[in-house]
């Protein structure tokens, strides 16, 4: 057996999630938000903030393992000989799939891989909030039978493919930085990159090692093909649970080490960073999963496919960093509260755009060239 089939196996897959599984509460053990030792949609959410695009002064800060999952894919596709720059597959499709699945996400608190890690950490409203991502992906595989396609990608010059790297090395100068080029009305320095003093966003590891952990992650996603939305559609469309494996590894696992660092806190009250609201953890994942799919992967996958060159998954990513700046803008985001007034609502018309996409979108190109072929 080659390596990259080794890799690209279950062995590789189930590698990927125990590593994810013993990181991430180490990076809660050394910091992080309690059962968010990675979570895509939360930190996105976080960068957001840093960047300004939302004032939530609560969640304000660069997390370095954004920057790492992307690099360490590049450095890994670079390894392997697999980077090369593409896309040009319906980009602005996917960027509304991202900011749709982004604010689905925010609804229930926490990315499919938060969701597994909330699992790990004893959170039981987490159980609801995959039932809901399943069901998601599920409704998916509905119009993916039926046709839904958002083309072919084709090759780009390099150029376009080094843009989401060398925006990953951008934010980290950004992050150790931290410029100060603005001015408040009392005349103190501000901005342009915030910085939570409390709350979620204040809390973190140190960047090195919120860094180098990512590095790893993203290198053995990018090699084993991890992604949590692959893993139940191919359980739904195909019967193969390998990807499937790599899911169950990483809850066993997390909590496993969370038992270990002493935080397993098996309930459904008084989780950190987690309401209690089961119709809209459901739901709000269900927007979720559903999005995802039909955008082409988890938010994990799409870091690991944009550190490698698809600027398709970079638009669905930046989809993402909008959809969170929405969510606090728009004050759709729950809190341990429950969820907003406006939450829910935003949650109806995402599933309504959603469906509308994946009842039109369709591979036009290859229509057409059936069309010829019959004439």
Known sequence: MSLNRLWSGRWGVTLTGVVVGILAPILVKLGNPGNMGVCVACFTRDIAGALGLHRAAAVQYIRPEIIGLVLGATIAALGAGEWRARGGSSPLVRYIMGVIAAIGALVFLGCPWRAFLRIGGGDWNAVVGVLGFAAGIWAATFFLRRGYSLGKSKPMAPVAGWIMPAAMVGLLVLLLAAPLFGRDADGNPVGPIFFSTSGPGSQHAAWWISLLFALVIGYLGQRSRFCSVGAFRNLFMLRDTKLLTGVVALIITAAVANLALGQFHPGFANQPIAHTDG???????????????????????QLFLSGEGDTDAAVFTFGLL??????????????????????????????????????????????????????
């Open 322 to 375: 909008t959809g969170t700046a929405l969510a606090h803008n728009f004050n759709l985001a729950s809190s341990a509260a429950g969820p907003s007034p406006y939450g829910p609502a935003a949650v109806i018309i995402g599933l309504i755009v959603v469906v509308v996409l994946g009842f039109t979108m369709r591979d036009v190109a290859a229509g057409e060239d059936q069309s010829r072929s019959a004439a």
């Open 279 to 301: 119709l809209w953890n459901f739901m709000g994942m269900l927007l979720s999963g559903l999005a995802f799919t039909l955008g082409g992967g988890c938010p994990g996958r």
